[in-house]
T-cell receptor
């Protein structure tokens, strides 16, 4: 009964590759997010989508392209991976008019 | 969103109350105080939020000073599972995808057996 699930949990890949991280929520929420936690443990928002529409895009390189096929899914595609992209990526969701965001367990991306 | 200041780390004995302070002296009238925690290797977890009044739920209590410039999160009977990084976040009311959370460095709380 996982509320927000991400796949894969771990991802190791070489520089220059293209990879995707998938996120699904079964809470019926209409807003989904991607956050990045770097090696110093700073958590920062990257994107938010509301009803499949991009709302927040926090100066993320355009190598990162989120895609929301429906309200329950928000995938993150990353082109031409760089060493600096190594981090833990968290997906989250919330319902309009509420205050609580639910986070997934994270995807640890390692670029070698 | 107003900035917050938290001590980098704290210890608390198991079974005792853990009191985590947060300063937010530039908070404006319509901004809320939120608390989240992150247990090692997991996603952040919502704990509680408040505007002016003290709040309590099954996880914790939130005490906000009258001038709203600081607050304290109280875990009444800390257990080892409460060891985590606790984030105090101040944010105005937002909606329709604008509800971003700006995380600071948080307080690393260690519960000691």
């Amino acid at each position: 009964d996982t509320a927000v699930s991400q796949t894969p949990k771990y991802l190791v890949t070489q520089m220059g590759n293209d990879k995707s991280i998938k996120c699904e929520q079964n809470l019926g929420h209409d807003t989904m997010y991607w956050y990045k936690q770097d090696s110093k443990k700073f958590l920062k928002i990257m994107f938010s989508y509301n009803n499949k529409e991009l709302i927040i895009n926090e100066t993320v390189p355009n190598r990162f392209s989120p895609k929301s096929p429906d309200k329950a899914h928000l995938n993150l595609h990353i082109n031409s991976l760089e060493l600096g992209d190594s981090a833990v990526y968290f997906c989250a969701s919330s319902a309009t008019g509420t205050t609580e965001a639910f986070f997934g367990q994270g995807t640890r991306l390692t670029v070698v | 969103d107003a900035k917050t200041t938290q001590p980098p780390s704290m210890d608390c004995a198991e079974g005792r109350a853990a009191n985590l302070p947060c300063n937010h002296s530039t908070i404006s009238g319509n901004e809320y105080v939120y608390w989240y925690r992150q247990i090692h290797s997991q996603g952040p977890q919502y704990i509680i939020h408040g505007l002016k009044n003290n709040e309590t739920n099954e996880m914790a209590s939130l005490i906000i000073t009258e001038d709203r410039k600081s607050s304290t999160l109280i875990l009444p009977h800390a257990t080892l599972r409460d060891t985590a990084v606790y984030y105090c976040i101040v944010r105005g009311w937002a909606n329709f995808g604008n509800e971003k959370l700006t995380f600071g460095t948080g307080t690393r709380l260690t519960i000691i057996p």
